[in-house]
């Protein structure tokens, strides 16, 4: 499914968005719009430059060893049935890889933090470290755990400037995550983002 176009201007500037983001555990039922999905994706790993492949993220060697999920709930997103979509930056749209509402699961398998279970969509970000280790090596691990920092900080600013809040979790078993969601083995995961509006 493509995705409507990111944009490339905001009403909120980037410094108001460093000075007021927080992260948030507590959120509102309000459903998020095909546009704000999009816009919080293309911010995590959008493509950023006209007939070219850099994204919104730095990477080391410009590999990109992550990929970034959306775990929706019914009446989440506007127009999107629940589900689990898996991002696809080349054309900024996204597919789906389980139907059904797997946040439950995904907070269940992150030591029970229920909370998590709120907000609309929990974004997912996981690292293939083999993208990145035939160059670099053992090194190629920790060059994908800096990369998951700067695509979670594009995350969170980007929800802060559109109004929206978002919570960060690195408490969770790698494995029953990878089963909730159905994925690759190889896809480990770094990072949970719930994302939502304030309450």
């Given at each position: 499914m493509r995705l409507p176009d990111p944009?490339?201007?905001g009403a909120v500037s980037l410094e108001r968005t460093v000075h007021q983001?927080?992260?948030?555990?507590?959120?509102?039922?309000?459903?998020?719009?095909?546009?704000?999905?999009?816009?919080?994706?293309?911010?995590?790993?959008?493509?950023?430059?006209?007939?070219?492949?850099?994204?919104?993220?730095?990477?080391?060697?410009?590999?990109?060893?992550m990929d970034i999920y959306g775990a929706v709930g019914r009446d989440c997103i506007e127009k999107l049935d629940p589900g689990l979509y898996h991002y696809e930056p080349a054309d900024h749209s996204i597919s789906l890889v389980q139907e059904g509402d797997v946040r439950r699961g995904i907070a269940a398998a992150s030591l029970g933090?229920?909370?998590?279970?709120?907000?609309?969509?929990?974004?997912?970000?996981?690292?293939?470290?083999?993208?990145?280790?035939?160059?670099?090596?053992?090194?190629?691990?920790?060059?994908a755990m800096i990369e998951a920092g700067h695509i979670g900080q594009n995350i969170f600013l980007q929800s802060e400037a559109m109004g929206l809040a978002a919570?960060?979790?690195?408490?969770?078993?790698?494995?029953?995550?990878?089963?909730?969601?159905?994925?690759?083995?190889?896809?480990?995961?770094?990072?949970?983002?719930?994302?939502?509006?304030?309450?």
């Open positions: 944009m490339l201007d983001r927080r992260t948030i555990r507590s959120f509102e039922g309000k459903a998020l719009t095909l546009e704000q999905f999009s816009q919080l994706l293309w911010a995590a790993q959008g493509i950023t430059e006209t007939g070219g492949f850099k994204r919104a993220a730095p990477s080391a060697g410009a590999l990109y060893p933090q229920m909370w998590m279970a709120h907000a609309p969509v929990t974004v997912v970000i996981t690292a293939e470290y083999n993208r990145i280790m035939g160059k670099y090596g053992q090194r190629g691990i920790r060059y919570g960060i979790v690195g408490a969770f078993e790698d494995q029953k995550i990878i089963q909730v969601m159905g994925i690759k083995q190889t896809h480990e995961p770094l990072l949970i983002m719930p994302v939502g509006s304030k309450r």
